[in-house]
């Protein structure tokens, strides 16, 4: 089961932020146990999504981390706050203004470097620090021993799991964002790492050099094919076809009116195709943005030597980049 858990917890994400249908006046109410449960499933997900890229739970303890496991920082932070208000609300004040001198991980930052600012909002991470003070959050084989090997007192993650009650399996656009999200989260890690240790300009080679074969790699390990396409491609490689552009234009006019923009599946007969939006944070800017403010000199010339019909710059934070496009056989008791 373990290998379905970040599928199922997507599967509760969109279960519960779906509208019920119910009869025209009739209001729907969640008391407050459902509504906490409710946010901790999406504290997970977006734990998952957005923190694991640096703070991964998987990594070794060595020189590969771009950052402390996830329970490393629960860990401190327990340890100053003892109240669930003023542990969440400690978490919220660093992640929105992560000086340095603020930090309770002073070891960390030694070794990894200062948290870079994150462009989360304030709801998204008081539920994230939510669901890490009530729940228990996955923990390195190794964290145990080195915990105990700088001098703190015995910490044990007593917090009962977030566990489904339901078994329901399941459908293709879940398994396929895990497909997506896996890939991502290999690829953010390596680029995070490379900007932490090298530079923007490394991570432009890390990406030219290692980019394909790592998400050929990933397509490997999920017997997928996975792609990121885009209509302005850096790569002539990554150049959507006719298909994969209107799917994006669709994203693009969701983003543009602020509807949501749920993933695509379609049914092709023993495969199953999956389209999801790529969406720039301020991360992506460094390679992808205004050559005239956000892209260095150094970048643009690399830009200029490796990739000389590059479309991908001039973006801003939260357009549509691309999609991801997965297709993938069908399995058996899946749901659509």
Request: with cysteine; proline share 6%; aromatic share 10%.
């Amino acid at each position: 089961m373990e290998r379905w858990s970040l599928i199922m917890i997507i599967m509760v994400f969109f279960s519960t932020s779906c509208k019920q249908h119910k009869a025209e006046g009739e209001k729907v109410e969640m008391n407050t146990d459902s509504l906490r449960v409710a946010n901790a499933f999406e504290g997970k997900k977006l734990m998952e999504q957005k923190c694991y890229l640096c703070h991964s739970p998987t990594a070794p303890e060595n020189a590969e981390r771009v950052g402390p496991p996830m329970i490393a920082v629960k860990a401190h932070y327990k340890q100053e706050f003892t109240t669930r208000e003023a542990f969440i609300d400690s978490i919220i004040a660093f992640v929105l203004n992560p000086k340095q001198n603020r930090t309770k991980l002073k070891g960390a930052v030694k070794r990894f470097g200062p948290m870079p600012m994150a462009l989360y909002n304030k709801e998204e991470i008081e539920k994230i620090a939510a669901y890490m003070y009530d729940y228990q959050v996955e923990e390195p084989q190794w964290f145990e021993e080195h915990w105990s090997s700088h001098g703190f007192p015995p910490y044990t993650n007593t917090e009962q799991p977030l566990l489904l009650t339901d078994a329901e399996k399941p459908t293709y656009a879940e398994i396929a964002m895990s497909y997506a999200l896996g890939t991502k989260q290999v690829l953010g890690a390596n680029l995070m790492g490379t900007i932490q240790k090298k530079g923007v300009p490394a991570a432009l080679t890390f990406c030219h050099e290692r980019a394909y074969p790592l998400t050929d790699s990933m397509s490997v390990a999920f017997s997928a094919k996975i792609k990121r396409v885009s209509d302005r491609p850096r790569n002539p490689k990554n150049k959507a076809n006719s298909i994969e552009e209107a799917h994006i234009q669709t994203f693009k006019q969701a983003l543009e009116q602020k509807t949501e923009m749920l993933p695509m599946v379609a049914d092709l007969g023993e495969e199953v195709q999956f389209y999801a939006p790529i969406i720039t944070n301020a991360m992506c800017l460094k390679c992808h943005g205004d050559t005239k403010t956000d892209v260095s000199l150094d970048v643009q010339n690399l830009l200029l030597e490796k990739y000389p019909n590059d479309k991908a710059t001039g973006y801003r934070i939260n357009e549509v980049r691309g999609i991801w496009s997965i297709t993938f056989d069908k399995q058996e008791n899946v749901k659509f």
